[in-house]
């Protein structure tokens, strides 16, 4: 995600880092070169006057851009509702920090060096282990570390034979049988036990949302319709515009395709949040933000710092 004051005056022209110009760059010097030949030529092919008004173009431009409005819309949609799934998360995991260090009753105080002997301690550091889980599956990441140092030896032995998909689902499974380890052993009382559970049913709940987002796209007919139409509308408007703008054709066509390519290239980056592009959500950053909360809550020592931007891109 890429995090920066808005620049203004001439600025505006000069940023490339998270611009979508950088995704669309050769499409539009194609179609900029393509409107110089046509300009140079007349409107000319092979001694061939090729003669379209501007009427097509205004028929067809004003519902193309209805469309693609529409379809930046809906993939803005699925970007929110990852950001809100992901504050989720954030909720729910300070939940259950709270209620291992405020309802879990054991002898001793709490100390976040022992997490083989403290179930309160193992709690936690499995919902940060959680976290990162998901994150490495929504991503396709099979990165290890983010998730060995949380968990106990014999609970990573146990996890790291499980494919990138299912580990998020395992680190929950063991949640709730500890949780069910404690009622048995009597450091809950079973009626709270079920505020627990419903901590755990909402993460859940959460990750299997994102899910739900990571592995349904955008209906792919609609989105290749959108596609050639916006294609096949900006290499042909040279020929429209040509008899009318003169030389300047290639800077109006290069205005025009810059828009119709642009918010074509951006529904395609905000359809995916999950991803690591510069306009995608910073799991990482949200990760760390999770890390920094639940340790703060066990008086950990070493606290690690939030993420900063680097090149204002926060991942």
Known sequence: MIVRERPAGFRLFLILRGSVLQR?????????????????????????????TPIPFTLIGLPLAIFLGFRNNTAYDRYWEGRKLWGEMVIQTRTLARQCLGLIRLPQAVDAGRRDSDVRVRMIHRAIAYAHALRLQLRDQPQTDDLQRWLTAEEWQALRRKPVGRRADALMMTMGQELGDCVRRGEIDPCLATRFDTTLTEMLGAAASCERIRHTPMPFSYALLLH????????????????????MTPFVVAIVAYTFFGLDALGDELEEPFGMESNDLPLDTICRGIEITLLDALNAPDIPEPLRPVNYLLT
């Open 24 to 52: 669309i760059r050769l499409s539009l010097a194609i179609n900029t070169l393509l409107a110089i030949l046509v300009t140079l030529a007349h409107g000319s092919l092979f001694s061939v006057k090729i003669t379209l």
């Open 228 to 247: 050639r139409t916006a294609y096949m509308y900006c290499f042909l408007l040279p020929f429209g515009l040509v008899d009318i703008t003169g030389f």
